[in-house]
């Protein structure tokens, strides 16, 4: 038997993702140019480790294609293929011989920046085409083992034959909402005799895909129907379909691992399919990683996602289905891991403390493939109630309460529908008092103008802290800059800004990375679990509208995109007034041609969230420059702060919004 984890690599290092989901407000959203790619699909070929692949790119803006990069290999747009229209793009590539099987993004990187993050499987099975075969009721026959990618169009099923001798077990399982398609599927088996054998709507902790498990009655040959629930199709209603015998992987325990722990893979039916260790010592910090188990009886891997923390993990301990038999925290503890085995059962954990505390829990559940759907209790040790909650926004649960005085309290952990078993999994990050950041971002990706620059608008919540915060750049291309900056005492909507500074340069896909940010303490010391989590998708309001997988994500990527309509830039990127003074700083535009009409200046974020006693004087820029003015009174908060500008022009039906690189302030006494 043998067991994988994911390996050691540039794209994982470095990213936190344990953090409190915070909806930004839509006006601060970052805007898509017109001609940034769009993926609607990705049609894949052979993703096995260690194996040459094909990928078919389908989508909008699609000229200009220079690679299509994953974690596990880059493709490259196949030789003689005309980039100049926008067309689907074949490309090619090489996947890493380390690969382990399971979910990765991809990411189109074309002359005009990158997209958003799509989703592929690599899969230990042997790939096969979809044929023509597949939309006619006699289906497509194929030979176990295999994985076919394909799409459905409406009303249209997808049929695939299978040829089995009675006795032989056949795995079957779809990944389509976990891929963000559009797709809601279910699967159908008939016999040879035509009567149905087996029949799988949605799974728990899938997000609406599904798997079964049957066994043939006799010789002949099975049918299998792939469709959408509603008989719905289109160009999104993609997907990715494994047969054979492997066995199913529905979660982890613990549901979230200290780096260097045991896990167990857990099965559909709750036994455990082997068993790993986490990541080494220092290799990961927090994100959501694939794991895939290999039997030697199986013909392919059953794969599934793991938590890692870099904190002190603690699992939960039987019995403690009740206040008296309360698992107690230890002060070390950050991570709680648990699991609701059964269908009514409640966890009880025991927090002591030793004067008034602020407390905080988030849980980790549906994000990370769980079924569980949190409901917190918390309880003084005379049984009383102090507060509950179930979800805190659009996904899981939160509570955060006051304990009012030194003693024991108890923490009731329980499904809001009383459900449990195989997979009921749940992590829970524990504020006991002490402070922390949690960061979210707007998006996934920012592509940064040649000669100009970007903003990438965070939302930074605090949690027991008030004071500056420090940030700087990790993994950037070497493309693109950004000077370190500071977050003002209770700050919480911070541009973080990143400059493409030559013009001139050709493109290239070596601009496109991975980008992620150091935050600090004003003291020096490091925030953990602080570096930026995508914010989860907003719920559908109609059918036009694509699905969106509500999996954990930190992937924040960074390309370069042709010079903007205008671009700013300071003269000097730090400068010093004192109480009672004024200091001024030059701004200066450069324009495309036809852009010559007046840029307004104004702050990029809103007035309250500069430093007491601050105040600044912006304007409309007519001609290529402006000087801007920073007023401090006699009273003004002594110490640093970050000044974030943009411009805004219009033209037409176009107003373009391009900030100004940030602008460090240091406000000394007088």
């Known amino acids: 038997m043998a067991v994988y984890c994911t390996p050691k690599s540039s794209f994982l290092r470095n990213l936190l993702s344990i953090a409190t989901l915070v909806v930004i407000a839509i006006s601060w959203l970052p805007h898509a140019c017109a001609q940034d790619p769009v993926i609607d699909r990705i049609d894949s070929l052979n993703l096995r480790p260690g194996q040459k692949a094909s990928a078919t790119v389908h989508g909008k803006q699609l000229a200009g294609t220079m690679s299509l990069w ?8 196949k030789e003689g293929t005309d980039l100049t229209k926008d067309q689907p793009v074949p490309l090619e590539g090489d996947i890493r011989e380390d690969a382990i099987p399971g979910i990765y993004p991809a990411r189109l990187v074309t002359n005009h920046g990158c997209s958003e993050a799509a989703w592929v499987v690599v899969d230990d099975l042997p790939g096969i085409s979809v044929t023509a075969e597949a939309d006619s009721k006699a289906g497509q026959l194929v030979a176990l083992p295999c994985c076919l990618g ?12 299978v040829a089995l001798t009675a006795g032989q077990s056949v795995n079957i399982e779809v990944f389509a909402r976990r891929l963000g398609s559009d797709l809601d599927p279910v699967l159908r088996v008939t016999g040879p005799n035509g009567a149905e054998v087996a029949f799988r709507d949605d799974v728990p902790g899938a997000e609406g895909d599904t798997r079964l498990q049957f066994q043939a009655a ?7 129907e792939v469709r959408d629930v509603r008989y719905s199709g289109g160009a999104r209603h993609f997907f990715h379909l494994r047969l054979g015998k492997f066995p199913s992987a529905v979660a982890t325990l613990p549901h979230v691992a200290q780096s260097g722990q045991s896990v167990s893979i857990i099965g559909a039916t709750g036994d455990v399919l082997g068993q790993t260790s986490a990541a080494a010592e220092g290799q990961f910090e927090t994100l959501l990683l694939p794991v895939a188990i290999r039997t030697a009886d199986s ?9 890692l923390n870099d904190g002190v993990v603690q699992s939960e301990t039987e019995p403690n289905n009740s206040q008296e038999q309360a698992t107690p925290i230890s002060a070390e503890t950050t991570v709680l891991s648990g699991c609701l085995q059964d269908n009514g059962d409640v966890d009880w954990l025991r927090i002591t403390v030793t004067e008034p505390t602020a407390f905080l829990a988030t849980s980790r559940t549906r994000e990370t493939g769980s079924p569980c759907d949190l409901m917190f209790a918390m309880h003084k040790s005379d049984g009383g109630k102090l507060a509950e909650n179930d979800d805190a926004g659009p996904r899981d649960a939160e509570l955060a309460v006051q304990l009012p005085a030194a003693g024991d309290y108890f923490l009731k952990v329980s499904d809001i529908a009383g459900r449990g078993g195989a997979g009921w999994n749940y992590g829970l990050e524990l504020f006991v008092g002490r402070k922390d950041v949690r960061i979210t971002a707007p998006t996934d990706r920012l592509n940064v103008p040649r000669g100009g620059s970007a903003s990438l608008v965070l939302n930074v919540q605090r949690i027991n802290y008030d004071g500056i915060i420090h940030v700087q750049p990790v993994n950037l291309p070497a493309a693109l800059t950004m000077n370190p900056f500071t977050i003002g005492a209770k700050q919480s909507i911070v541009p973080v800004t990143i400059t493409a500074a030559d013009p001139a340069a050709a493109s290239s896909d070596n601009d496109a990375s991975f980008v992620s940010f150091l935050f600090a ?11 930026p989590q995508v914010a989860p998708p907003a719920p559908k309001k109609n059918d036009n509208e694509p699905f969106r997988s509500a999996r954990l994500r930190n992937d924040l990527f960074t390309a370069v995109a042709p010079a903007a309509q205008f671009s700013l830039t300071v003269d000097q990127p730090t400068i010093t007034v004192t109480q009672g003074m004024s200091a001024t700083v030059n701004l200066k535009s450069t324009r495309a041609a036809d852009w010559t009409m007046p840029i307004e200046i104004a702050l990029a974020t809103p007035a309250d969230q500069l430093p007491p006693g601050i105040t600044v004087t912006a304007g409309s820029m007519a001609a290529g420059e402006l000087a801007v003015t920073i007023n401090a009174a006699a009273d003004a908060t002594v110490g640093p702060f970050t000044l974030f500008l943009q411009g805004k022009a219009k033209k037409d039906n176009v107003e373009p919004v391009h900030p100004v690189p940030p602008i460090v302030v240091e406000v000394k006494a007088k």
């Not at 013909?299 to 938590?307: E, L, P, R, Y």
């Not at 303490?521 to 570096?531: A, E, Q, V, Y």
């Open 70 to 77: 994953t974690p596990v290999g880059t493709f490259r747009p």
């Open 150 to 161: 394909g799409q459905i169009n409406p009303v249209v099923s997808k049929f695939f034959r």
């Open 218 to 224: 006799t010789d002949g040959e099975y049918r299998i």
């Open 299 to 307: 013909d392919g891997s059953a794969f599934t996602t793991q938590v």
């Open 521 to 531: 303490f004003n003291d020096g010391s490091m925030i953990r679990h602080s570096f």
